[in-house]
């Protein structure tokens, strides 16, 4: 069964910084694209940012670029995202996810970014 | 960026109801489409890709379609279980993946 365990969110202040992990099994990592895609409360979801199997190449949304950053330990299965220079509207359920013909979900995890 | 936009914001339905709603892509992208179930304080979960390919242990009262611009859900038959929000995806394009902002379905 592939699960998706997301870890690291928190509160945090503005200008701060976070890194999220994703632990993943039941597939072999190494063979998937991933992603982070995030929902602030009450609203819709929001595509974050995407690697490559390989970690070769990473793309991400413009409200983050260069300040968020996304990478991968395929030894370990594991996604990461770091997090600089928050913001208040970063406040969000980040969830990571498997990209094949769609995309399976983690369960998030709440990142809080506020005074 | 593609734009995906979804109607109607909200449906409210009867049980047994068919009742169906739709995506449409700013540009073409062929059915490059994905439809995702969201459940209160729950992750979403995966429906529907590739516009009407149905995921492994999705009920059949589920079914998706359309190509280019224009794409569909729908539920055959309205149960208890599918209130949610329901969003639709596009994932032709390398950047970015863009959502719908959302059908919430109540009953």
């Known amino acids: 069964e592939v699960q998706l365990v997301e870890s690291g969110g928190g509160l945090v202040q503005p200008g701060g910084s976070l890194r999220l992990s994703c632990a993943a099994s039941g597939f072999t990592f190494s063979d998937y694209w991933m992603h982070w895609v995030r929902q602030a409360p009450g609203k819709g979801l929001v595509w974050v940012s995407r690697?490559?199997?390989?970690?070769?190449?990473?793309i991400y949304a413009d409200s983050v670029k260069g300040r968020f950053t996304i990478s991968r330990d395929n030894a370990k299965n594991t996604l990461y995202l770091q997090m600089n220079s928050l913001r208040a509207e970063d406040t969000a359920v980040y969830y990571c996810?498997?990209?094949?013909?769609?995309?399976?979900w983690g369960q998030g995890t709440l990142v809080t970014v506020s005074s | 960026d593609i734009q995906m936009t979804q109607s109607p914001s909200t449906l409210s339905a009867s049980v047994g109801d068919r009742v169906t709603f739709t995506c449409r892509a700013s540009q073409s992208i062929s059915t490059w489409v994905a439809w995702y179930q969201q459940k209160p304080g729950k992750a979403p979960k995966l429906l529907i890709f590739?516009?009407?390919t149905l995921e492994s242990g999705v009920p059949s009262r589920f079914s998706g379609g359309g190509s280019g611009t224009h794409f569909t859900l729908t539920i055959s038959s309205l149960q208890p279980d599918d209130v949610a929000t329901y969003y639709c995806?596009?994932?032709?394009?390398?950047?970015?993946?863009?959502f719908g902002q959302g059908t919430k379905v109540e009953i």
């Open positions: 996810a498997r990209d094949h013909n769609g995309f399976v």
């Open positions: 690697i490559k199997s390989d970690g070769s190449s990473a």
């Open positions: 995806q596009q994932y032709n394009t390398v950047s970015p993946y863009t």
């Open positions: 590739k516009a009407s």
